[in-house]
Nanobody, 114 residues
Framework: VQVVESGGGLVQPGGSLRLSCAAS????????MGWYRQAPGKEREFVAG????????NYANSVRGRFTMSRDNAKNTVYLQMNSLKPDDTAVYYC????????WGQGTQVTVSS
């Protein structure tokens, strides 16, 4: 299984970014896909997740209302639309896919700074 993220970068406070994550080599049915992030000196924290069976989404309180997760079932791909970005959102964002096990991507850097 391969998990590949893309779409990170540098953005000013208040700006937007869209992350993508594609999973390949999937044999078993996907249970969930989602995102965690890790800022320097901090533990990795949950950001958002989506249930593959019914599309139900779940968000961390810190991003609810600003971030929106969506999926493309046919492509085993999820997206994270991040709006109203704050400096506190600066982190490496990691995508995961849960099938029988959980697989992680290599991470993509998001930097929010003026």
């Amino acid at each position: 299984v391969q998990v590949v993220e893309s779409g990170g970068g540098l953005v000013q406070p208040g700006g937007s970014l869209r992350l993508s994550c594609a999973a390949s080599g999937i044999i078993f049915s996907i249970n969930t896909m989602g995102w965690y992030r890790q800022a320097p000196g901090k533990e990795r924290e949950f950001v958002a997740g989506i249930s593959w069976s019914d599309g139900t989404t779940n968000y961390a309180n810190s991003v609810r209302g600003r971030f929106t997760m969506s999926r493309d079932n046919a492509k085993n791909t999820v997206y994270l639309q991040m709006n109203s970005l704050k400096p506190d959102d600066t982190a490496v964002y990691y995508c995961y896919v849960n099938v029988r096990y959980t697989y992680w991507g290599q991470g993509t850097q998001v930097t929010v700074s003026s």
